[in-house]
């Protein structure tokens, strides 16, 4: 595992090999696997779905590894956007986190997903960690328009402080314009 995890791209021919480990009972497995996967990056993509899968493991180490991999994968990951952002919502705050950092580093790619990260906004008040995880990650997008502004602008008003504060945060990446709006 550890020379196909140096060997990165290269390796590339043992994907499928390495994809059919992601199913085995031994959860170091799982996520050894998963981690050659993700030093292949781009040249592993059509081990997406697979990858995608273990990102509903039940060991949070194999979720977090999963979702990096697929952050790791880019445009090839582009279809397990909507399960990574579901991710948000995961009870461990390590893989939360984890996911924001990966949403974050897709970037551009998020573009046409705006719309489901801002809908995750609408979550009951005792869910103000998923409100400040999907804040954290919006203000970081550079596609996050005055449109989605109507869904922002009531987090100045959230009962957790945090949030009101990440809400502050995307407003003023949005420029002025947005904070004349608020």
Same mark, same amino acid.
């Given at each position: 595992?550890? @020379?196909?995890?140096?060997? /990165?791209?290269?390796?590339?021919?043992?994907?499928?090999?390495?994809? %059919?480990?992601?199913?085995?009972?031994?959860? #170091?497995?799982?996520?050894?696997?998963?981690?050659?996967? !993700?030093?292949? /990056?781009? %040249?592993?993509? !059509? #081990?997406?779905?697979?990858? /995608? !899968?273990?990102? #509903?493991?039940?060991?949070?180490?194999?979720?977090?590894?999963?979702?990096?991999?697929?952050?790791?994968?880019?445009? /090839? %990951?582009? !279809?397990?956007?909507?399960?990574?952002? #579901?991710?948000?919502?995961?009870?461990?705050?390590?893989?939360?986190?984890?996911?924001?950092?990966?949403?974050?580093?897709?970037?551009?790619?998020?573009?046409?997903?705006?719309?489901?990260? @801002?809908?995750?906004?609408?979550?009951?008040?005792?869910?103000? +960690?998923?409100?400040?995880? @999907?804040?954290?990650?919006?203000?970081?997008?550079?596609?996050?328009?005055?449109?989605? +502004?109507?869904?922002?602008?009531?987090?100045?008003?959230?009962?957790?402080?945090?949030?009101?504060?990440?809400?502050?945060?995307?407003?003023?990446?949005?420029?002025?314009?947005?904070?004349?709006?608020?």
């Amino acid at each position: 595992i550890e @020379v196909f995890k140096a060997m /990165g791209a290269a390796a590339r021919d043992q994907a499928p090999s390495l994809a %059919a480990l992601l199913k085995h009972e031994d959860d #170091q497995v799982r996520l050894a696997a998963i981690e050659v996967l !993700e030093a292949m /990056g781009p %040249a592993a993509r !059509e #081990q997406a779905p697979h990858l /995608g !899968e273990r990102i #509903q493991d039940s060991h949070s180490q194999v979720r977090v590894a999963a979702a990096r991999a697929l952050g790791a994968l880019r445009e /090839g %990951a582009r !279809e397990q956007i909507p399960a990574l952002v #579901q991710l948000l919502k995961d009870a461990d705050p390590h893989v939360r986190s984890t996911v924001v950092n990966v949403l974050i580093s897709m970037g551009e790619i998020l573009q046409d997903d705006i719309p489901m990260l @801002v809908d995750l906004l609408k979550v009951p008040d005792s869910e103000y +960690m998923l409100r400040l995880e @999907v804040v954290k990650v919006l203000t970081a997008l550079k596609h996050v328009t005055i449109v989605h +502004m109507s869904r922002i602008v009531p987090l100045l008003e959230d009962p957790n402080h945090n949030v009101r504060i990440a809400a502050v945060d995307v407003l003023a990446a949005l420029g002025p314009a947005a904070m004349a709006q608020a």
